[in-house]
């Protein structure tokens, strides 16, 4: 059974109508016509509920010189290796840890930056990676400005 399978099978539960039209579109025309549903269900249900929760931008959400909301799929790699001192001073002035950067960056909010570089935002502290997943600044919240502050509010709620 497919991811979508089950997330369908769950709004399904949730709504008795949608699990019998969702049975008889399978029986008559086969299991890929009630995946497509499914999976149009599942999209649906995503861009309901996101209306309704608390915080949380939308993917595409402009916030002007900090970046655009995009999705994080957790894959960025840290090339701590090739990120320059200066990053890793600033690090260390600021209390960055390497452990802290890699959560932020599997987990934070994420934001594409001009010149190919992403701001990872959490609510715990933010970094910028650029293309090649070097460090380019660091920084806890102990030292988001105003405007920062905003945007995470705006992107945790709060």
Request: hydrophobic letters at 15%; proline letters at 0%; charged letters at 15%.
């Given at each position: 059974m497919s991811n979508s399978f089950a997330i369908g099978g769950v709004v399904a539960l949730a709504c008795p109508i949608l699990a019998i039209k969702l049975f008889e579109v399978v029986k008559k025309y086969g299991p890929k016509a009630g995946q497509q549903i499914v999976n149009t269900t599942s999209r649906v249900w995503n861009a309901v509920s996101g209306l309704f929760s608390r915080g949380g931008a939308r993917v595409g959400t402009d916030f002007g010189k900090l970046g655009t909301l995009i999705?994080?799929?957790?894959?960025?790699v840290v090339n701590w290796t090739n990120t320059n001192t200066y990053a890793l001073n600033r690090m260390a002035e600021r209390g960055v840890?390497?452990?802290m950067i890699n959560a932020?960056?599997?987990t934070g909010k994420a934001l594409q930056q001009s010149g190919n570089k992403i701001i990872y935002i959490t609510q715990q502290g933010a970094v910028v990676i650029d293309n090649a997943g070097r460090i380019v600044t660091a920084y806890t919240s102990q030292y988001f400005d105003a405007t920062m502050q905003e945007v995470v509010r705006t992107l945790f709620g709060g």
């Open positions: 999705e994080n799929r957790g894959g960025q840890t390497q452990g932020w960056v599997s």
